[in-house]
């Protein structure tokens, strides 16, 4: 088993940044991939964000490119998501999760792991 417990989150006003962090516990292996997904009110759980084991590979949503920045601490077992220019439809609840295949790609259901969410709201 694999704990994730995710902080950071926090009302930020439009263009304005916040750093996520994701602390994995538990029978974690550098080899995992870890990655960020987003659920907004009404909405389904969407990918924002992935890294891959290791060597580091990343992913980003379009609607996130530019803008965040996922990176992760092997030492620590910790990966961030640094968000600046954050806009209102930024507003989610923002989830960690681990694929312990390996996968680091979009699909919410070949992540093993979650965390229990943090929130993010981006006032306008």
């Known amino acids: 088993q694999v704990q994730l417990v995710e902080s950071g989150g926090g009302l930020v006003t439009a263009g304005g940044s916040l750093r996520l962090s994701c602390a994995a516990s538990?029978?974690?292996?550098?080899?995992?991939?870890m990655g960020w997904f987003r659920q907004a009110p009404g909405k389904e759980r969407e990918f924002v964000a992935a890294i891959s084991g290791r060597g580091g590979n990343t992913d980003y949503a379009d609607s996130v490119k530019g803008r965040f920045t996922i990176s992760r601490d092997y030492a620590k077992n910790t990966v961030y998501l640094q968000m600046h220019s954050l806009k209102p439809e930024d507003t989610a609840v923002y989830y960690c999760?681990?694929?312990?295949?390996?996968?680091?790609?979009?699909?919410?259901?070949?992540?093993?792991?979650w965390g229990q969410g943090t929130q993010v709201t981006v006032s306008s």
């Open positions: 538990g029978r974690t292996s550098s080899n995992y991939a």
């Open positions: 999760a681990v694929g312990s295949s390996g996968y680091y790609g979009r699909d919410p259901a070949r992540y093993d792991y």
